[in-house]
């Protein structure tokens, strides 16, 4: 299959691919991990809940917690998660990571020490994040390779949707990161009624474009041997 979009930059490669039917099929990939993206950050007055864990054996999962404490709906990040951030990199020891955070970190108040740590990191597969209500899938170059930006829609917005993921090793020591979209079970009475309420709200997420565009809902997504 032919990328329908690749670019190159440092030790690794990005590619991208609208077609995600032969994933399983695929002698040159075996997976790693599946997962689904969170909503968003939870908020409150306690202290921040940023952890980290693994999904698989090479794959760590990193959680920022962005949810700003004071008020307004826009995402703050400290000082202090900056350094714990550049910790847990230091502690992945090379394992593939993928990072989620409420926000999306290139939107997120004081989110550039953030993204300059993950920027340098050749083994940060994605950041993740939601808040934003719209799916959108963008490569992030760097000289470290390179890696993917990724949100996901609201459940209560049109079209109602979750995200999810699964991570796929290839044969060149590279990843393959395959994302889609879910429907709600048609056959669940509320659940129907409420993509037909969301899909009639005219200010909704059918309005604003929250679904986005193919390639920001169902896609694989490359990365190079590092």
Not at 179 to 195: F, H, I, K, Q
């Amino acid at each position: 299959m032919e990328p329908s979009l690749s670019a190159s930059r440092g030790s690794g490669s990005l590619y991208f691919a609208m077609n995600a039917s032969w994933l399983a099929s695929s002698s040159s990939l075996t997976p790693m991990t599946t997962m689904f993206a969170p909503s968003r950050a939870l908020g409150g007055t306690g202290p921040l809940m940023d952890s980290a864990f693994d999904l698989a054996p090479d794959v760590r999962a990193i959680l920022l917690d962005t949810a700003r404490r004071t008020r307004g709906a826009g995402g703050v990040l400290r000082p202090e998660q900056a350094t714990w951030l550049r910790d847990q990199l230091a502690a992945a020891s090379g394992r593939w990571v993928i990072v989620f955070s409420g926000t999306p970190l290139t939107e997120t108040a004081r989110g550039r020490p953030v993204l300059d740590l993950l920027d340098a990191d050749p083994h940060v597969v994605a950041a993740i994040a939601g808040d934003i209500h719209r799916n959108s899938i963008a490569p992030r170059r760097t000289a470290a390779g390179g890696y993917w930006l990724i949100t996901t829609s609201s459940l209560a917005d049109y079209p109602e949707q979750a995200r999810a993921f699964s991570l796929w090793r290839s044969a060149d020591g590279g990843v393959a990161l395959q994302t889609w979209m879910l429907n709600a079970d048609p056959g669940w009475r509320l659940a129907a009624v409420s993509r037909q309420l969301s899909f009639l709200d005219y200010q909704g997420g059918r309005a604003t474009g929250a679904a986005g565009t193919p390639g920001d809902r169902n896609a694989v997504l490359f990365l190079g041997p590092r």
